[in-house]
């Protein structure tokens, strides 16, 4: 591709190799934009118009896009002028959209790009049960999905996303607080051997019953966090250390039907879990108050 250069207004050395001289798609895209942050690669656009137009095409080659490179906030204008080409991404971040993304600006994105594999909506409250349905629909490669603080996700809107997305294995559903047992029961005997890392932190409406069920459903699972779930008990911590023996680790912070019996399974597996043993808390306490505490084999 041979760009038109504009007048610098400088002299020039004739025998000078200028940026835009190199080949585009051989070089400049590949080898030097793709390691540019993509805040500075946009202010390029101001240079000139054979700029504007090397910015352009790399934009529509980008197979990620982190909205948070752009700033903390990106108007809604810049984001659709900043994805109108895009067509091959496997990754989107769109998270810093939150306060204003709808259906309307995410499903034509999600439609020129179904080779999408990792989708970040974390906290987008304006969107529904629409757009996940086209997630869904026409993405069937998805592996990870965060829709944290999405409270519009329903059992209906996860039953679509599991009957849809056989390559699920990475699922966020931090404070979807519509979920029920029902909703992640289902999720459970759908994708649940695929599944590898779960969070449903923050939802009252999550018990053993969802528990028991992704064990003896999900096989591979290496990462849950049950942070909050109020409703979990013993009994569906017990059955995770029956059935899952692949499991990393578990978040059960302010879960207090979880008694320590059923964690020293886990514990004993190496499984990385937030609450420390009864024991260790005492001594951690008793050293707070008077400065020392006594050694106790905490292997015993």
């Keep these: 591709m041979e760009p038109r250069m504009e007048p610098s207004g400088g002299e ?13 798609e051989d070089v400049l895209l590949p080898h030097v934009l793709s390691r540019v ?13 054979a700029f504007r137009a090397l910015v352009q095409l790399h ?21 659709t002028r900043l994805l109108r080409d895009a067509e091959g991404l ?5 998270a810093p959209c939150h ?40 993405c069937p490669r998805l592996q990870r999905l965060s829709l944290a603080h999405c409270d519009w996700v329903d059992g209906l809107a996860l039953r679509g996303l599991a009957d849809r997305c056989p390559a699920l294995e990475d699922l966020d559903l931090t404070a979807c607080r519509q979920l029920k047992d029902e909703a992640i029961v289902y999720l459970a005997q759908r994708r649940g051997a695929g599944l590898r890392s779960l969070s449903l932190a923050v939802n009252a409406n999550v018990g053993d019953t969802a528990v028991q069920e992704l064990a003896r459903n999900c ?9 909050g779930c109020l409703r979990v008990g013993s009994d569906g911590i ?7 023996p ?11 039907h979880v008694a320590e019996p059923s964690l020293s399974r886990l514990r004993k597996r190496g499984v990385d879990i937030d609450v420390e043993p009864p024991l260790h808390q005492a001594l951690v306490l008793l050293q707070d108050v008077v400065g020392f505490a006594p050694f106790v084999n905490l292997q015993v």
């Design 12 to 24: 020039q050395d004739p025998g000078a190799v200028r940026l835009l001289d190199l080949p585009w």
């Design 37 to 49: 942050p993509l805040r500075q690669v946009l202010r390029l656009q101001r240079v000139s118009r």
């Design 59 to 79: 934009l529509a080659g980008l197979r990620r896009f982190d909205a948070a490179q752009v700033g903390p906030q990106i108007p809604r204008a810049a984001l």
């Design 90 to 94: 496997q990754e989107l971040m769109l």
């Design 99 to 138: 306060e204003w993304l709808s259906d309307e600006d995410l499903v034509p994105v999600l439609a020129r790009n179904p080779q999408l594999r990792s989708v970040t909506l974390a906290g987008c409250g304006q969107l529904s049960r629409r757009a996940l349905g086209a997630l869904a629909e026409g």
């Design 219 to 227: 096989p591979q699972l290496e990462h849950l966090d049950l942070t």
């Design 238 to 244: 017990r059955t995770l250390a029956e059935y899952c």
């Design 246 to 256: 692949a499991l990393r680790s578990l978040r059960v912070r302010h879960c207090h």
